[in-house]
């Protein structure tokens, strides 16, 4: 039997854990110290050497694609097929039991998995059978304590709502909505999990052969397992059965969604005899890299305790760049992306990390301006997102009232009671006609051919596009923007969603704003005639089409990685940018107000820091349009936390005197690229304030292309920011 294929490439502690007698154990070490591989060396040591059947483990991984990696590793080194193997997500597991026993379940055999969207509609239809008024009760928020409820395992009969009258009502709203699934065969996602553990408690014969058929179970990323997934877990394992948990106390990042750390230590407590091991050394990252990591977390308090070292090399220092503006930060980082690619890397050995999924959109921009093929992990570009295309959806009816894809999205989203029915006549209408459905709506009304409530929604959706538009005459492009998402009721709607996904999503429609913004400002010198403002719209309209349409670089295609902090946890990349490593945007703002969060904010920095292999670049900026508003944001704490010693500062000196080619070029000597050639033009410099003829002072934002072509883009003080051709402007610096 020929195991050192299993044990050779693991050190003395990872040994221990990997070929250990059977028995329960937890791993509990630091990032890139091999939790992950123990794990998947593990079940190659039980299969080889213990001799059980891939029938015999179920091991529970983050991801499904990190499920897919698990499968293929053991494969290699098995040689064997692990058809059969349980691996996946909690939720996947889940869904998979419960299809095999639906009846047990109580369930219809083809139950429906409800995902969020359809939730809130079908919570609208209890509340409001119960009669409750949504501006009191909102579904969004009754959504997420249902949410709440189900992760701590709790059914509404086990809710003790006492004399509390929210309570009550949030108890009365929860049993009808759960009846409402049960009728209709519709099962959610916290409900798999709390259905799960139901079915086992319940059914003595289920749970005893699951009990026998999953003698080893092994789970990573315990940190982040909730209560009903460690009850699930523990009612499976029983007393026979062991547990195999990996994780790191300091990565727990979704203390938010009803992650337990504690779990990790109730764990050594809950089971018999648990093995525990820790691991000490790093093999993912420099040593500059790690001590960084290191000393951040440091900053916390109640950990475990772990040292992490590497014997692998010191490295580069880390970059620190202090980006201008939100632009000069992208720019910054789709050169420094060409620079490595340039010198024979691959794309995919790079990711770009953030802390809010709207400041993707800038960075998106930015590859795209330069062709670099991107994805986003785990989630939508910018322009995809549902509610970019909702709002995307008012300004494209505001310029053009026949849009019927627009229409047919937004004339009932946000609800204002035009029902499926309405539309369904307003199409059979705009058939028969051979119009747009914004023309049969229109005749419609005139003709009176429809009930009094629906005609007075759809009437209501008319005059409010109509009263838009009538407001986006001679209006800015963001002041439309701003407009539409307010007035439409999107902002509201949407940010009536608990939680991070609310919130969001009212980022995103606030970055939008932003976009809007930069456009104009992007739109070539254009210091004189303002144009029409309709037409601007549809030029926006069409760029934003256009980036959508790019669509994500193919599967196959070497691409970009662009994610967020949460979701690159477990994933590693030899060059890893953090970008907008700003106090308020990281640590996020909300941090500051619940205890226990900023804490949670750190070990995000950790986990991102700690993503990074050879490289690792921190930029903020030190004025930035997000959200739709202007910030100055300090540099995050989390920077101050990386001793000095550690860190490369890559700045731009934005004196006056420097030249402009300087400003642009001349950032750092290794990455200069050959100063373009234009001898004559005034020396300006980022930040620096200048004079116009006829705008007035300003202060100097950007620069974009070279020679005769640069343009710099100025924020005058009376009249706002402009595009200007440098060689004809007149400026001059103050
Ligand atoms: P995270 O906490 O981020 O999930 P982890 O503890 O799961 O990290 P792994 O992803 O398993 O760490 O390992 C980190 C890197 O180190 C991987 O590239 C892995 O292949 C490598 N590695 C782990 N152990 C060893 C070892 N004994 N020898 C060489 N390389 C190793
Ligand atoms: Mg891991």
Redesign the pocket.
Known sequence: MDVSQILD???DA?REAVSAAPGNQLVL?G???????VLVHRIAWLMRVEGASPYAIMAVTFTNKAALEMRARIEALLGVNTFGMWVGTFHGLAHRLLKAHWQEAKLPQNFQILDADDQLRLLKRVQADLGLDEKKWPVRETQWWIGAQKDEGLRPQYIDAGADPWLQTMVRIYAAYEAACQRGGLVDFGELLLRAHELWLNNDSILAHYRQRFPFILVDEFQDTNAIQYAWLRLLAGEESYITAVG?DD?SIYGWRGARIENIQHFSTDLRSVQTVRLEQN??STARILDAANAVIAHNRGRLGKALWTNGEEGEPISVYAAYNEQDEARFIVERIKDWVRDGNRRDSIAVLYRSNAQSRVLEEGLLREQVPYRIYGGQRFYERLEIKNALSYLRLIANRNDDTAFERVVNTPTRGIGARTVEMVRTFAREQGCSLWQAAKMMLQQRVLAARAGNALQGFQDLINRLAANAEAKKLDVIAGDVIETSGLLEFHGKEKGEKGQTRVENLQELVSACRAFVGEDLPQDEDQEGAISLLNQFLDSAALDAGEGQAEEFEDAVQLMTLHSAK?L?FPLVFMAGVEENLFPHKMSAQEPGRMEEERRLCYVGI?RAMRRLYITYAENRRLFGSETYNSPSRFIGEIPADLVQEVRLKTEISRPLYQAEYGRVGEFSDPPPDFDDLPPLALGGRVDHPKFGEGTVLQFEGSGPRARVQVNFDDVGSKWLLVAMAKLQPM
């Open positions: 490439p693991l050190n990872q070490a990032a890139g110290s091999g939790k992950t591989r790191d990565q093999y993912r477990g590693e700690t």
